[in-house]
Each structure stands twice: as structure tokens, then as C-alpha cells.
């Protein structure tokens, strides 16, 4: 079997399972390789150094990186066609210290494959009511759960009469049908210099990949204030938790309070049947987020847990792992 073929098969299992990254990670002998799906980092397989080495280097030359560089992070992007279909695909390598070099790669799904589903429907419509406002959205939840399909899944229905900009680090999911922005340090263009431009854009909706630092932070409030409908994820320990995470990056209350239209912590969850789903702590009274204290999630969201569990759609084991949030 070529290096080729290699790559599609594991990439197809990838895909199979619906995974969000691939990973090849050295190990005492050999490489392990790893898919990143529904939250969690699952073993596929063990292959031999040199034919990682192989394979490292096939998709490094793909993506028009330096093969001959093993230590220094290296980012590229490349298109592989499995089962007919066109995949783009997001690399990344890095050296460790002893001189063996990882892979990571992020496959790139179109929004219209996208197969999940909402545990309670009409969350999904509360949700997609907001759309129709103009302020700041906030979505947290720990990393695979689903937050930037979500965005993308809440704006299609503003696509034919809006315009969607998204900027993101990298572009997670293709969408022909937004402006989509990927951040580039090497280039200049980070999360706040890459927000300046879209303003000038006039876009009614941006889609924000993440609020990580102070200044990005400021932007999206500003843009919020001055009538956009801006989304973005955030990293908080629940729902409560954003408003201490905004406050860690410079955001005032007072700020927040006349931004802020929602915020939201998301879980994809394993049903009993086997399936996955979404469940969300969803805040809309703002006042409630900037005024909690000692608390990460609501009342609501323990509620809907036993709703589930007793209506035979969550196991207790998982029921409990979501209400320690």
C-alpha cells in the first residue's frame, strides 16, 4: 500500500467516525495515531516511525511546507479526495525535544454534511430566535463540543439576506456562502487586526472563532454596541463562568451588561441509543451572568439533565458527569 493510500484510509476512517483531527504522535516505538471526535481523543492505530516519517513528509510536501525543517512548527493546508470526495484539510507539525516530529490535521467538513442533533429541539429555536437581534452571543463548552456547528447551523437561515463574515484560527467548517477570514500571525493578520478589516466590511453578522485575548475582546464588544449580531466561543467552566473569563480579559460590567444579547454552555452528549446530541445552558437575562457568583451553571440546566435521564435518553452515569459541568 503507497503512502497515498495510507493517508486516505485513515483519513476515511476519520471522517467515518466523524473525527475533527488526526493525529500522529511518537511514542516509544513508533507513532500512534489519534482521532479527535465528539470531545474525546480515541487510538486508531500504531504505525512504524519511518512509515510515519514517510507519511509526515508526503502530507508536508502536499501542503507546500519545508520537509527538510523536523523542529520548528510548521503550518499548511492541502486537499485530498476520499470516496470521491474533496476534503480540505488543515496541517500542523512541531518537533519535540527529541527531534521527532508530530502531525496534526483538522478536516475541514461543509456545513451541509453536518449530522448533529439538538437533544431538546426547542433549544434549537430559542436559539435561532436570537439570531434575529443584534448583539453579543457567546457559546462555551470544552473542546469537540460542537460550538462552532452550532454558529454556523444557528446562521444559515440568514445567509440569503445577510451578509456572515467569519474569522476564524483556522476555518473549521466551509460555507461558499460566507466570508471567511483565517487568521495568519505570520502575515499580521491576528484575531484584532483581522476584526478592523471585517468592520470595514459592514457585515451584519460576524462569526467570531474565539475570544482569547484583551483586545479581541474589546472589538467584539464595540462591534456588538455599534449593531452587529457578532457569535463567538469562549472558553468558561459553564455559563456562569463567561462573565469572570470577559472580566479576566478587561471586559467592564457595565460593557458587558449593554453587549451582551445571550451566553450559553454546550455539551455533545451520548444518548443511550447511541447517538450523540446537543444539550445547552442557555442565559438571556444578562444581568443574571454579570451578578452570579460562586456558580457555573443554572438551575435549569440540573433540571434538564433528570428531565432526559428520566425520560430513558441519558444513562445516570452521564447524567451525572454533565451536572458537575
Known sequence: MSIEQQLKRII???????????????????????????????PL?????????????????????????????????????????PLNLRISTVGD?????????RILYEMADATFQYLIP??????????????????????????TST???????????????????????????????QVNPTAKMAYPELLKVGLRHHPDVFIIGEIRDGETAQIAIQAA?????????????????????????????????????????????????GSLATLFDIVTETSQLVEAAGRRTTTTWGQLIDEQCTLGRLDLETANQLKEA
Request: glycine share 6%; charged share 15%; hydrophobic share 45%.
Open 225 to 273: 454596541l455599534s449593531g452587529h449580531l457578532v457569535l463567538s466561543t469562549i472558553h468558561a467552566r459553564g455559563v456562569y463562568g463567561i462573565a469572570a473569563r470577559l472580566a479576566q480579559l478587561g471586559v467592564a460590567p457595565a460593557a458587558l451588561r449593554q453587549a451582551l444579547t445571550a451566553a450559553t454552555y454546550q455539551r455533545l452528549v451520548p444518548l443511550t441509543d
Open 122 to 147: 426547542d433549544q434549537r429555536d430559542q436559539l435561532v430566535a436570537l439570531m434575529h437581534r443584534s448583539g453579543l452571543i457567546l457559546f462555551s463548552g470544552p473542546m469537540g463540543s460542537g460550538k
Open 97 to 105: 525535544f527529541m527531534d521527532r516530529e508530530s502531525l496534526v490535521v
Open 12 to 42: 476515511q476512517a476519520a471522517t467515518a467516525q466523524r473525527a475533527s483531527d488526526v493525529y500522529w504522535l511518537p511514542v516509544s516505538s513508533g507513532y500512534q495515531v489519534l482521532l479527535q471526535a465528539a470531545g474525546q481523543l480515541r
Open 45 to 85: 492505530m500504531r504505525v512504524k516511525a519511518d512509515v510515519a516519517q514517510q507519511l509526515i513528509n508526503h502530507v508536508k510536501y502536499q501542503s507546500n511546507m519545508a520537509i527538510s525543517d523536523h523542529r520548528r512548527p510548521q503550518l499548511g493546508a492541502m486537499t485530498l479526495t476520499v470516496d470521491q470526495q
Open 151 to 181: 454558529m454556523y447551523d444557528l446562521v444559515q437561515e440568514l445567509r440569503a439576506t445577510k451578509m456572515v463574515m467569519t474569522i476564524e484560527d483556522p476555518v473549521e467548517i466551509y460555507e461558499p456562502a460566507f466570508l471567511q477570514l
